[in-house]
């Protein structure tokens, strides 16, 4: 199903559940007086992201620390069927539930078995990463786990029945680090704030598909550069022009390296464009590799040049060198990573992306048009000579002089 029509429907048809369940929620919460107390012993933890494959990546930071916490405890990952293959890098997870929406009816009944599989496991606390989605806030009431967790927003006000603790949703701090707090909330003492996925586990048989499927044969000096930005969000895309003219920038400064272009199925005639148009030998990957080929090219290239989406986030978890274009995110909230250089015009209306879901350019995306070729190229030289700058944002405080968690919404 396309974007726009999974947000049509999680509307029109799961608003009105969202508010049902509001109102039973509160009504047996008066009843039964259920103690959601944070101290009580904990079996089972669910934590909940099924959109945004960068967003998945950035929440292993909560994992390995509840990991660490809760060292007895069984840990359930609850996504969307496309991201199933993160969790062969991605440790701490005893288990993935994962619903298919693919089609209304795969949605329907991957959502009826996914619900039932909750109940067996029957989780103390549900952590839902989710900021908007009405359907995460359906399925973890439906959990039924005694402390639901997730994020309040003023316009989301229906949340304060259905979740027993919430925090406020802060875009000044990386993503990483905002998933946190809900560790803190939890009481863990010891933070791992590293994003890392565990590249060890790539089989030297997926670099040998990767180089038949592509018919080439890529050593460790190779490009990668991503063109693309998924549906979420495509005012995050460079302009395509300007990446035909980094193409054969780079291809003159640099010849001994390959230039390998990435994207899924549903982006392979946008690269196409662009390759026919650069007219150079480059390596086009887009609609060839799976997801799990996808990250062993990632992780075995010496560099991504990449707009701001899921690739960008696989390359920060496997400490590969980055050039990252952002403009209606903030590199302060999604970029800042130790060997990366992030691009941003630091323009009137961006960040836009978690104000609106409709951006106010109505894709006249300024806050990308702004990069100029030579910014990149020049961001190119840097990372290949390792001039990382320091991350300059202010580091927010995430608890008080009480070392309670900061952003705690009270029901």
């Not at 806030?137 to 259905?162: C, E, H, P, Q, W």
């Not at 960008?312 to 800042?336: D, E």
């Amino acid at each position: 199903m396309k974007l726009k029509f999974k947000i049509r429907i999680d509307k029109v048809i799961g608003l009105p559940i969202v508010y049902l369940l509001n109102v039973l929620a509160r009504i047996l919460g008066f009843l039964l007086r259920i103690d959601h107390s944070l101290d009580r012993p904990v079996k089972t933890i669910a934590v909940c992201k099924f959109v945004g494959m960068g967003s998945v990546v950035q929440s292993s930071p909560l994992l390995k620390t509840l990991r660490e916490n809760y060292p007895e405890a069984r840990i359930v990952y609850v996504t969307n069927s496309s991201n199933l293959s993160l969790f062969q890098l991605i440790n701490d997870v005893d288990a993935v539930f994962h619903v298919s929406d693919k089609s209304i009816s795969s949605l329907i009944s991957s959502s009826f078995l996914l619900i039932v599989k909750l109940w067996k496991n029957r989780p103390d606390v549900f952590i839902d990463l989710e900021i908007y989605s009405n359907y995460s806030s359906v399925i973890t009431t439906m959990s039924l786990a005694r402390n639901r967790m997730g994020f309040f927003k003023d316009d989301k006000t229906y949340r304060k029945g259905l979740y027993t603790h919430m925090i406020f949703y802060n875009i000044k701090s990386p993503v990483s680090q905002t998933y946190l707090q809900f560790a803190r909330l939890l009481g863990c003492k010891k933070i791992n704030s590293k994003v890392l996925m565990d590249a060890s586990k790539i089989e030297a048989q997926t670099l040998i598909s990767i180089n038949q499927k592509l018919n080439t044969i890529l050593s460790s000096d190779y490009i990668l550069i991503n063109p693309n930005a998924s549906d979420l969000r495509l005012e995050r895309r460079w302009p395509a022009n300007n990446f035909v003219q980094l193409i054969k920038t780079i291809s003159l400064e640099y010849p001994s390296c390959k230039i390998v272009l990435i994207g899924d199925i549903n982006e392979s005639v946008y690269v196409n464009t662009i390759v026919s148009q650069a007219q150079v030998d480059v390596v086009d990957s887009s609609g060839k590799l799976s997801l799990t080929e996808l990250i062993a090219l990632i992780a075995n290239s010496m560099l991504l040049i990449t707009n701001d989406t899921g690739p960008m986030h696989l390359a920060f978890a496997l400490n590969i060198k980055t050039v990252s274009l952002f403009g209606p995110c903030s590199p302060q909230q999604y970029g800042g990573m130790a060997n990366t250089i992030s691009i941003y015009k630091n323009v009137y209306c961006s960040p836009c992306v978690h104000e609106f879901v409709i951006p106010p350019c109505k894709g006249d995306n300024q806050c990308m048009k702004k990069i100029t070729v030579d910014e990149v190229v020049e961001g190119v030289r840097k990372a290949f000579l390792n001039n990382f700058t320091e991350n300059q944002f202010l580091e927010p405080d995430y608890v008080g002089s009480d070392l309670a968690p900061l952003g705690v919404v009270l029901r």
